[in-house]
């Protein structure tokens, strides 16, 4: 098991602080994820609204949380020295992004504020990918964290301590509502909800990627885009009863590995 440092968090509302957000961005190596991401809001999707935008940059140790509610479209119009923007940070497919499960975080920057997601990498498709046995339904962030995530049982306590904190605020169904998001000041425990989830999926990532086959590493990509594609339909719903089945049919599966076993051996033949 292993402890997770605690990263700094700091809070985007501002043009100063956005620049200094983008030009950290900037600095950073692409060929590797170095950006994970989350968003919350309120009923987040094409019906609802964007409160937060939160970045784990882990090669700065930091966690910006980017306040849309306050900063609106320029959150992510605004642009550096260097002509970068956010908006062309979250459409860069040079710039990998890892996210848990991209669908309502892409409906609702596609469908307010007009950002096409790429460069994604999909964590829950990756543990799906990942898993032995049936890959029929998908699993939960907090199921992937309880049961694949490398840290502590100390800091697994702490996460789930803070997470429980945050939902008696926002989840209606324990009293909350989910406009605290868009409460000024943050409150502290929002602010903790936010940070902490998005901290944990760089080890996910991590554990997930030491396990991918490269076969499923090509189903992976090619099931984000397909799932970036969908969010941006006019047909999708982001509450929508099939959420929780998995793309991929054992009919799919086997005609894909038929694919790639010939690929491998037409390979073979011409080397």
């Known amino acids: 098991m292993s402890t ?3 990263p700094h968090v700091a809070v985007v ?4 602080t956005l620049h200094t957000l983008l030009d ?3 600095s950073l190596q692409t060929h590797r994820p170095s950006i994970f991401m989350d968003l919350e809001g309120v009923k987040l999707g094409r019906h609802g609204s964007i409160s937060i935008v ?3 940059l882990p090669p700065k140790d930091k966690v910006y949380l980017v306040d849309v509610h306050r900063l609106g479209r320029a959150a992510f119009s605004t642009a550096n020295t260097s002509d970068t923007s956010l908006k062309t940070i979250l459409e860069s497919t040079a710039i990998l ?6 669908r309502n975080d892409s409906d609702a920057l596609y469908s307010h504020y007009q950002i096409s997601l790429g460069g994604i990498v999909d964590l829950q498709l990756m543990e799906l990918a990942t898993r032995r046995g049936s890959r029929a339904w998908i699993a939960g962030l907090s199921k992937c964290i309880e049961h694949d995530s490398s840290v502590s049982s100390a800091v697994k306590a702490k996460w789930q301590r803070t997470k429980e904190a945050g939902s008696r605020l926002f989840n209606p169904e324990k009293g909350g509502r989910y406009e605290v998001f868009n409460e000024r000041p943050l409150r502290p425990e929002i602010v903790r909800y936010c940070a902490q989830d ?11 990627k030491a396990r991918l086959h490269p076969f499923w590493q090509v189903e992976v990509q090619n099931a984000t885009k397909e799932r970036v594609k969908l969010s941006q339909s006019a047909t999708y719903e982001p509450q929508g009863g099939n959420r ?3 793309p991929w049919s054992e009919d ?7 694919a790639w076993n010939e690929t491998l051996l037409e390979n073979a033949f011409d080397a």
């Open 4 to 6: 997770v440092s605690q």
């Open 13 to 16: 509302d501002s043009e100063p």
């Open 24 to 26: 950290d961005i900037t």
């Open 54 to 56: 939160s970045l784990y």
């Open 97 to 102: 992004k890892v996210v848990f499960d991209v």
């Open 198 to 208: 998005v901290a944990l999926l760089q080890g996910l990532h991590d554990v997930y």
């Open 244 to 246: 929780a089945r998995g």
């Open 252 to 258: 799919h599966i086997e005609q894909a590995t038929d």
